[in-house]
């Protein structure tokens, strides 16, 4: 998808990533679901917040939430390894069971569609690993959280559980 492209879509659902292995995940299966999109690394500061991801996806997945892990190197290198060891460590440290997509950039002259997608209208560039977008049923972004709100916190939660009404 071109970038032009990219600024004339209506929702996430018109585009694919890939997953953590290489095949083709349109984001168009997710339709009917709310979905937290969150760009992570496996060397930030806020890469504990895994823990917290994992926490919010098994107390809301059955009621229609998806977490999408989407990793990224655009902040300070603090995601240099292989999708394989990417997909290693987030097993490993901290049993993510939410799906965790393929490296891709979220910022910059290479930025993936999807994120050109997201942050043209929901507060520009992301900023720092583990931005959050929350996105709604119908696939149009609803909510972005930065870095700083955890997935413990209380606003998350009731911004999630709005949208899964």
Excluded at 16 to 36: C, E
Excluded at 60 to 69: F, H, P
Aim: net charge positive; glycine share 10%; with cysteine.
């Amino acid at each position: 998808m071109t970038t032009a492209a990219a600024f004339s879509a209506s929702s996430v659902h018109e585009f694919t990533l890939n997953t953590i292995d290489g095949k083709p995940a349109p984001l168009a299966a997710y339709k009917g679901k709310v979905l937290l999109l969150v760009n992570v690394a496996s060397k930030c500061g806020y890469t504990p917040q895994y823990t917290g991801l994992q926490s919010l996806y098994a107390k809301y997945k059955d009621k229609g939430l998806v977490i999408v892990g989407v990793p990224a190197n655009n902040f300070g290198g603090q995601e240099p390894g292989t999708n394989e060891e990417i997909a290693t460590f987030c097993s490993r440290t901290y049993k993510v069971t939410f799906p965790i997509m393929s490296k891709v950039s979220v910022k910059g002259a290479d930025q993936t569609p999807l994120y050109q997608y997201l942050t043209a209208n929901n507060g520009g560039d992301v900023k720092w690993n583990f931005t959050k977008f929350l996105v709604g049923k119908d696939g149009k972004p609803v909510q972005r959280f930065e870095p700083g709100v955890t997935p413990d916190s209380p606003e998350l939660a009731q911004a999630i559980e709005k949208a899964l009404k």
